[in-house]
């Protein structure tokens, strides 16, 4: 449950803008003492935030952790510890309402500038909350052209963006019609590699960035995945999406004591993919990560 306000856990939204997130502010002190909350960036007054933070000896890093308001609350807290020596001084948390905040934004920005606007802003999940309809909205405001899926690929790989990925397993089944829901784009998932020779109980999805601890799948299914995308007339975008780690082109991923390495790499002339994946592991992610990298250098 921690994980859902960081950034790195920001929720899938029909409205996503700076990918979701926004930057807590903080003041740090002596050792032992509270952390107190600067502010926010960008401003969100609509938020109330707690600080039950404690500021930890230098050296033990970002431990802190923001949880998202209750149903029906405006507050959030910062919960954790933060060393007096991280120099960023702002934990990275998720916008709990993105589609409320450009509401807010957009209705303060026409305020600034002298426009007249009637109500507060407002949001599907805001008006949920009150028990009020949502309106149908039938006046098309402003239309932007999405990045290439190319260029989202690029990123979602290179910078881990968890967010992309929940939003293409959604979209996959909006462009088949079907109704875009995590149950439905995983169901998609599951059956669009079934045709292709893939047993579905060997990919146990919950979402689509991995972050859930209820993710199981094989190494030999994302070998089999791998080696698939190479027939593919897109392979070489997405190779050039997968960052360079050890001198190999491949994908990392991490959750509490797990730790994977899947991509491609060519020894003696001839065309390798691999997967590898270390579960319950004891001692320091850097510790496990120069094991598994030696085993990686084999391939080369």
């Known amino acids: 449950m921690q994980d859902l306000g960081t950034y790195y856990g920001a929720g899938a939204n029909a409205l996503c803008w700076r990918e979701n997130l926004f930057d807590i502010t903080l003041n740090t002190g002596r050792v032992g003492t509270p952390v107190t909350i600067r502010g926010s960036v960008p401003s969100t007054p609509y938020l109330n935030f707690k600080s039950e933070l ?11 952790y923001p949880y998202l308001p209750m149903d029906g609350t405006n507050v959030m807290y910062l919960r954790g ?105 995983v169901k998609f998932l599951q059956d669009f590699w079934q045709s292709r020779g893939i047993d579905p109980r060997s990919m146990d999805v919950a979402d689509g960035c991995g972050l859930s601890p209820a993710d199981r799948i094989t190494t030999m299914t994302v070998a089999t995945v791998l080696q698939s995308a190479k027939k593919q007339p897109w392979f070489a975008d997405f190779y050039d999406s997968l960052p360079v780690y050890n001198d190999m082109h491949m994908k990392s991923g991490s959750i509490h004591n797990v730790l994977a390495y899947a991509g491609y790499q060519t020894k003696n002339g001839r065309d390798l993919c691999f997967s590898i994946i270390v579960n319950n592991y004891n001692g320091s992610g850097k510790g496990i990560k120069e094991k598994m990298f030696r085993v990686l250098d084999a391939l080369k």
């Open 54 to 64: 404690v500021n930890a000896a230098a050296g033990t890093g970002d431990n802190a």
């Open 81 to 185: 510890t933060y060393a007096v020596d991280e120099t960023k001084k702002l934990v990275s948390a998720a916008i709990p309402d993105p589609a409320f905040d450009m509401a807010y934004r957009l209705t303060d920005t026409l305020k600034r500038i002298g426009i007249n606007v009637s109500g507060a802003a407002e949001s599907s999940i805001s008006l949920t909350a009150k028990a009020q309809p949502t309106p149908v909205m039938n006046i098309v405001l402003g239309s932007f052209t999405s990045p290439t899926l190319s260029q989202i690929i690029y990123w979602t790989n290179r910078k881990s963006i968890n967010l992309y990925a929940e939003e293409l397993l959604k979209a996959s089944t909006a462009k088949m019609n079907i109704t875009p829901t995590t149950v439905n784009g």
